[in-house]
């Protein structure tokens, strides 16, 4: 009889760094209880044995001791720097140690939002117009038309977008320009607005085995204190937020057909979200991707997704596993 796999499971909990002193804000891309719980059993449902690591902390000492497992599923975020998605996975190939989603470059280059989007075009994905902001001087060089739309340069979960981020006017361009530098520490991406329909489509896969989960449209009520997918709607989705299954037509074909290219492009594994927004023209942009998504089985996107296709969300985690196994036995 086959030995049981272990997976050794890596991740940041909100309430550990609450604990430490930081704000709700600074812990907002990090994970609940109840997520880790719903990972860790479905894992065990799959048939794997379970080791609950923490946070990349932990996971140095662990590696040090000599601890190993046959496999490390990190969903872990990171705390500081703009390549802090990567620490986790530059720590496990520095151990030779096998794991889940994408490799140390893709997760760096996919949180700064100004280099995912070079490296997207350059392979053809259509990005919205503008340019990185490093101080309020800046703004004289651009050449943009309003309205813009001002966002941190690497941060997730809607941190810093909020009613001041589409900017109708010099002045609060200036303003919100100023006080996302300020507030984040890091330059901020000015854009051209896109005022159509927003949605996010889930991917399974590595390379040519790449391919389309399915896509949600992110709506936001007429209740919503805030009319984009700001930080503030982002974490009271259930009050003002419906997200709604599409398939089918031309505009969610090329949706997904934006999405996996992007996907492709940034070279991610296993899975990810790419973030869509239709522009003035009625075309779909890019917007961000996430090579580490949510996956809480009712609050996250991808896992919603997948419901949405009738992908349970165990399947959806063994499918995941699957994917990553597939580097081990190469």
């Known amino acids: 009889m086959d030995r049981m796999k272990t997976i050794g499971f890596v991740y940041d909990l909100r309430s550990t760094y609450l604990a430490e002193g930081y704000s709700e804000e600074d812990v907002a891309e990090f994970d609940s209880e109840s997520t880790i719980r719903e990972l860790a059993d479905a894992l065990e449902r799959l048939g794997y044995k379970v080791d609950q690591i923490g946070h990349g902390r932990n996971l140095c000492a662990r590696l040090v001791k000599g601890d190993r497992w046959d496999l490390v599923f990190s969903i872990a975020e990171g705390l500081k720097g703009r390549s802090r998605e990567a620490q986790v996975p530059g720590l496990l ?78 002045e609060e361009l200036k303003q919100t320009v100023d006080d996302l530098i300020c507030r984040f520490n890091q330059p901020v991406l000015v854009e051209t607005y896109l005022p159509g329909r927003e949605f ?112 349970s969300y165990e399947n959806l985690i063994g499918t995941i596993i699957e994917s990553a196994m597939k580097r081990v036995t190469e």
């Open 93 to 170: 190939e520095l151990y030779n140690q096998p794991y889940v989603f994408s490799d140390p470059l893709t997760c760096a280059v996919t949180l700064d939002k100004a280099v995912a989007r070079k490296l997207v075009r350059a392979e053809g994905v259509a990005v919205p117009d503008g340019d990185v902001v490093k101080t309020v001087s800046d703004l004289s060089g651009l050449n943009l038309s309003f309205p813009m739309f001002v966002k941190p340069v690497a941060e997730g979960t809607g941190k810093g977008i909020d009613g001041k981020s589409q900017v109708a006017n010099p």
């Open 200 to 311: 996010t489509t889930g991917l399974l896969g590595t390379g040519s085995d790449a391919s389309v989960l399915g896509t949600l449209e992110v709506r936001i009520l007429d209740s919503a204190p805030e009319k984009d997918y700001s930080f503030l709607v982002k974490e009271q989705c259930e009050s003002y937020v419906e997200y709604v299954p599409v398939r089918g037509g031309e505009l969610v074909a090329d949706v997904e057909h934006l999405a996996l290219a992007a996907y492709k492009a940034l070279e991610c594994r296993d899975a990810g979200r790419v973030d869509i927004r239709i522009g003035a023209d009625g075309k779909p942009y890019f917007m961000e991707l996430n090579p580490l998504p949510g996956l809480h089985p009712t609050h996250s996107d991808l896992p919603m997704i997948a419901t949405g296709v009738g992908l």
